[in-house]
């Protein structure tokens, strides 16, 4: 039986990092990025291939412990931030879970979407939706925290590819 | 290529019972997940989990649909254990709740953040159908058991199964 979910790289950050970046990652369908995630401020964006344009939208589904909500942020709001993880869904104290879903990642017809399950078990649990509109295939994803923020030390990256057959 | 996920220990009950229990977990993977098909024997539907028989340092914050409505809620650190809901008996025969745990670094000595989802679809208004729940138990040690039970002395009806998988990342 082919193994279907494997290992491409895991990292644990020694220091403060201002961003992490992988790559080479091809020959997979899908990716899966599970991060052990705290921060120092702010939310965590993801940038495919490093692009800055203002292509980024997201959609979330949240509770923050007394009620349910949905919102979204467009173009106008994110620029060139990235997929974003707002910094309710983040934690400065706690090493919470984030897992990140790139499905097709490598094609070159369609927009990137990818779907976040994130969680702070002190502030919001969720999910999100986080769009890309470039049909680019990805070759690469760097992480990175907006308002001044850094992943914090102790943080661990594993990047999962899935292989269809 | 190595397997990511390896099968550590399952349970599938043949009669109801109280707990399914795993202990003597190996700290030799980096991550653990839980995969539960479960069913109250009767009423309850509160699935508590505790690690290492600890009761204490738990918190948990959700987000669940009932099909009619979009809540959230939340726990503080006074929690004795963990939190999922499943099916109880009072609803449509034959139907199970799954729920998952995935806890990263369980073997580290930070707290343990766990993430976890739950579906109880019925065919059926009422009850918990889906939610999500980010989890804290606030301990450095490694986990070495997890335990699972229903709130108000509910057993695990026959055919609850539970499968714990190690996750190696290299």
Redesign the interface.
Known sequence: MP?T???IT?TTLGSNQSTVTFSSFGGYTDLRM?L?FKNTAGGLAIRPNSNTSSIYSITR????????SSGRLGTADLGGTGWYVPNVFCSTT????I?VDVMNYTNTTTFKTILV?A?????????IVALAQTTSAITSLELSCDAGGQLAS?T?I?L?GIAAA | MPNTFSLIASSTLGSAQANISFSSIPSIYTDLCLKVSSRGASTGTLVLVQFNSSSSGYQARWLDGDGSAASSGNNSSTLQNLMAWTQSSSTTANTFGNFELYIPNYAGSNNKAVSSDYANENNATGGIAYGLLANLWSNSDAINSISLSISGGTNFAANSSAYLYGIVKS
Not at chain 1, 61 to 68: R, Y
Not at chain 1, 94 to 97: A, C, G, H, I, S
Not at chain 1, 119 to 127: I, L, M
């Open positions: 193994v979910y494997s290992t895991t599970v052990n589904l949240s509770g923050n412990g007394s009620a349910a706690n090493f919470n879970l897992t399950r969680n702070d078990s002190a502030d919001t649990v969720g999910e102790g661990t594993t999962y």
